[in-house]
């Protein structure tokens, strides 16, 4: 027997290697706990037999011996039997080979069962290194042993050893039992668990907790460990963080909001209720007046953050008036009242308001013109805050762009008013007279622009006596909604009623106006209906250009829908020749002639609008209604059901 065969007869793994790692021999315990077969391992480098976690160690302790000639020590995991490691106390150092003379290294497990504390140093200098702590639970012992780790947990637990039950009478009710399933069952590693844990200094604590087992030495006893982890600070930094993403979200998206709101803003009520329900909030503002410039003076409006009185204070003040509001909005300024000092400082002549008192003691003030300096004063808002309030540059700006956006949506309300009132005052002028004191008749007719009510319509309708004493009777539809269709619209009706008084015939008024309208090529086309109407006996004759049906209503409350003949719409295809119709109206009967928006719309077919009208009409007849107040019951229903395009209604009754 030779001396390597000496080294290798120990009970505790061992293994020569040469001085640069390779696997020259070993004994039965170092193949097992490899995990190997020793065929296997001889011949391969030593290192690499390990796990990855563990070769650096297994080769910085071979390379130790190896150059220095000293005797190494580390602490490696092997694998060991089953799924639990084995953490064992090597030895490494240089010996010679009695059959060549040669140097090996000769490694090999030391007997630490006398001081297994030392098996753990390596442990507790990981925990304390990566700011955790280290526990062991003894089972046998029911407690659990602090070991080391990071000095701020040691608050946790004062007590070197702990018994269990006090430990987890610590814990959050709804944590206990998970704790004791992981530290009871545990397998070689458990997952991370979280923890609430109560201390009589701080509080709760969110804690971390993951277990380990291991065999402490070959052959010697398991263990579990648990690796504590402290994250409280770190959840309430998440926390805040979370807290602060989803304030910054929300805020992102009422800015958005009131953006959105302030750009569909259709009127100067619709503004005001933008600017006076968002903008406080938007901002965290204790209350918002918005003020308007109306002929030189003030316009103010309130929120419920600020008080009636101190609104009125301000309405009908001059824009010349010495004082920070009327500045702000003569000037294009924004201005930031601090304290009442601030205000007598810059506004020494200004007249005393109802809210001087407050300044500097319960909020500041902030006030932002809706325009920029050499435009025309439109207005501005005002917010009141907190007297420890101080608007940083991100929020002026953010408050001054949208300060601008509410100017351009005053500006573009105020130039769609303005188109309101040249649209109505040109379609009023254009809407004919009725003729009045009809022999026998009644004629009424009702007109309504679009409900946005920004255009000129290009609907239109006409009654007036011709040269045969009959009475004529138009209604139609132009193409478009703009000023060139309401210019056409006027065209198609004095060319009827100016060849209506040479043929009254509605054949040939069509037939004319439509060769008329071929030869302009405007790109436009019209639909119509005209009736001929004998006031004595009731007789009609009717065409139509592409034009909705007529409807006729009785006294009995029926009704029925005419479709008349005629031809294409007008001022499209040349040389058309219209049809007529001539039918008789009874006594106590009314016609009815509409444009399409009447009985058309969202989800309301022609065939059900017609329908409708006519139900209408036949009972306004039935319950003896006159031509005026019949109009007037089916405008009425067709704009109740949301119609977007212009209306127009022209009813004659035979009395």
């Known amino acids: 027997m030779d ?10 793994p061992s293994a020569l290697l040469t001085l640069d790692g390779a696997v020259r021999s070993l004994n039965t315990a170092m193949a097992t706990a490899l995990g190997r077969p020793a065929e296997e391992c001889l011949g391969r480098c030593f290192s690499d037999l390990y796990p990855a976690s563990q070769r650096l160690s297994a080769e910085s302790l071979v390379v130790s011996a190896a150059r220095t000639k000293a005797v190494a020590m580390r602490v490696l995991e092997f694998p060991g039997r089953g799924a639990v490691p084995v953490a064992c106390l090597l030895e490494a150092r240089q010996v010679k080979d009695p059959a060549g003379d040669e140097q090996l290294v000769w490694v090999h497990s030391l007997d630490a069962h006398n001081d297994l504390a030392s098996l753990l140093i390596p442990f507790r200098l990981a925990a304390e290194a990566a700011d955790l702590g280290l526990w062991m639970y003894s089972p046998q012992l029911d407690q659990l042993e602090w070991l080391g780790g990071a000095p701020a947990l040691v608050a946790l637990s004062p007590d070197l050893t702990t018994p269990l039950p006090r430990v987890i009478s610590a814990l959050h009710p709804d944590d206990r039992e998970a704790f004791r399933q992981i530290l009871r069952s545990a397998p070689a590693q458990s997952r991370w668990l979280r923890l609430r844990h109560l201390t009589p200094q701080d509080g709760w604590h969110q804690l971390a907790f993951q277990t380990r087992r291991l ?16 994250d409280t600070k770190r959840e309430k930094r998440k926390q805040k963080a979370q807290a602060a993403l989803i304030a910054e979200r929300r805020r992102a998206k009422d800015i958005a909001d009131f953006s959105s709101a302030l750009i569909t803003a259709a009127t100067i009520q619709e503004l005001q209720q933008v600017v006076l329900t968002r903008l406080a909030a938007t901002f965290g503002a204790g209350g918002v007046m918005f003020a308007l410039v109306d002929d030189g003076r003030l316009s103010v409006s309130t929120d419920t953050g600020i008080t009636m009185c101190e609104a009125q204070a301000l309405h009908g003040m001059s824009l010349d008036h010495p004082s920070p509001l009327p500045e702000a909005i003569r000037t294009g300024k924004p201005q930031f009242v601090l304290d009442r000092a601030d205000y007598i400082r810059r506004w020494p002549h200004g007249a005393s308001l109802p809210w001087m008192d407050r300044l500097g003691s319960d909020y500041t003030v902030s006030i932002t013109p809706l325009g920029e300096t050499g435009n025309q004063p439109l207005g501005a808002w005002v917010m009141t805050n907190g007297s420890k309030y101080r608007p940083s540059l991100d929020e002026r700006t953010l408050m001054g762009a949208l300060a601008d956006l509410a100017g351009q949506a005053l500006r573009r309300i105020r130039l769609q008013q303005a188109r309101v009132e040249l649209a109505t005052a040109l379609q009023q002028t254009m809407l004919p007279t009725l003729p009045e004191h009809l022999p026998g008749l009644e004629v009424a007719a009702h007109y309504r622009p679009s409900r946005d009510g920004l255009d000129i319509g290009g609907d239109w309708y006409d009654a007036f006596v011709m040269s045969d004493g009959a009475i004529a009777l138009e209604i139609g539809d132009v193409q478009g909604h703009d000023v060139d269709a309401a ?3 006027g065209q198609v009706r004095s060319f009827m009623r100016a060849i209506a008084d040479q043929e009254p015939d509605p054949r040939t008024v069509l037939t004319r106006t439509n060769d008329l309208l071929v030869t302009m090529d ?42 008349l003949p005629g031809g294409p719409v007008l001022g499209v295809v040349p040389g058309t020749e219209y049809r007529a119709e001539t039918f008789t109206l009874d006594e106590d009967s009314a016609l009815v002639m509409v444009t399409d928006g009447v009985v058309e719309g969202p989800g309301l077919t022609l065939d059900a609008g017609l329908e409708r009208v006519g139900t209408l009409a036949g009972q306004a007849v039935h319950d003896g209604l006159n031509a005026e107040e019949t109009a007037d019951r089916i405008l009425d229903a067709a704009v109740a059901v949301d119609h977007l395009d212009d209306v127009a209604v022209l009813v004659i009754r035979r009395t």
């Open 3 to 12: 001396a390597s065969d000496e080294l290798l007869r120990r009970a505790g």
């Open 215 to 230: 065999q402490l030495g070959y052959r010697g006893p398991e263990r579990s460990f648990g690796v504590l982890r402290d």
């Open 487 to 489: 210019a056409y619209m």
């Open 522 to 563: 405007p790109d436009r086309f019209a639909s119509c209906t005209m009736l001929h109407v004998d006031s004595r006996d009731g007789r009609v004759t009717g065409t139509s250009a592409g034009h909705v049906p007529v409807l006729c209503a009785h006294r009995d409350s029926s009704h029925e829908v005419r479709e």
